[in-house]
């Protein structure tokens, strides 16, 4: 999650504080395109340079998706549409981090960009990588389960941030001070851990750790664990990361 969310959830107390007569007209006009009902392009014009940065993030979890897909449609032994999935993801996160330093630099922040943070980062850091898992062979019912409750955990620990992160200590410039739990890009630890196991061919019936239970209505790759313990630790309410 980039910096700019936390910049926009304590904008009205950086208002205060710092008497800004530049970031508050931008919040205001904003505002006002986004609830006129007449306009051509309004919500275009609402938006920062920064949104737009967002929506790129948006769209390399998107692509990733797709590239899945193709996997799962195509021929099982080409692996390109799979390392693909994965490559766009890191692209996710350049462009996650880029928007913070482009809102603070024209210092324009705003709820919907707070917003649009969210959102792309549930696309490329929390269903992207279940999409991956998914074509990697992570395909019985309890898999879908667990991979369910994965995306499902990064949901809510971005509506809780969205929710709580004016209340979390921040310094002078407004960076908060820590995230509650691990924040959902962390997942790309996991992206780089499923690019290996594509690079030595432990895909479908060869997913390092087995079938457990096979047979059964239970059945179920172990390693899907892996996912079901990181979005505990995505939601803990106790672990705090320090910010870098």
Request: a neutral charge; proline letters at 5%; charged letters at 15%.
């Amino acid at each position: 999650m980039s910096k700019r969310t936390s910049a926009a959830s304590s904008n009205g107390a950086a208002l205060a504080k710092q008497g800004s007569d530049i970031t508050e007209p931008s919040y205001n006009k904003q505002k006002d395109l986004l609830s006129s009902s007449t306009g051509h392009f309004s919500l275009l014009r609402a938006m920062h340079m920064a949104d737009y940065i967002t929506e790129m993030n948006g769209f390399c979890g998107v692509m990733s998706i797709f590239s899945s897909l193709r996997y799962c449609l195509g021929d099982p032994t080409e692996k390109s549409n799979l390392y693909l999935a994965l490559a766009f993801l890191p692209f996710g996160l350049f462009f996650d981090f880029l928007d913070g330093r482009v809102a603070r630099w024209r210092k324009k922040s705003s709820m919907m960009g707070q917003e649009l943070d969210s959102l792309a980062d549930l696309i490329s850091f929390g269903l992207a990588p279940a999409c991956v898992a998914f074509s990697l062979g992570l395909r019985t019912t309890v898999d879908h389960i667990f991979l369910a409750v994965f995306v499902l955990c990064g949901l809510t620990r971005l509506a809780r941030f969205n929710v709580t992160a004016a209340n979390i200590p921040h310094d002078a410039s407004g960076k908060a001070s820590y995230f509650e739990g691990t924040p959902i890009p962390t997942t790309l630890g996991i992206d780089a851990l499923m690019a290996y196991w594509v690079s030595q061919g432990w895909v479908l019936d060869q997913v390092p750790g087995g079938l457990w239970l096979a047979g059964s209505a239970l059945e179920f790759h172990p390693i899907v664990l892996m996912f079901l313990v990181h979005g505990c630790l995505m939601t803990s309410k106790s672990l705090h990361v320090p910010k870098p």
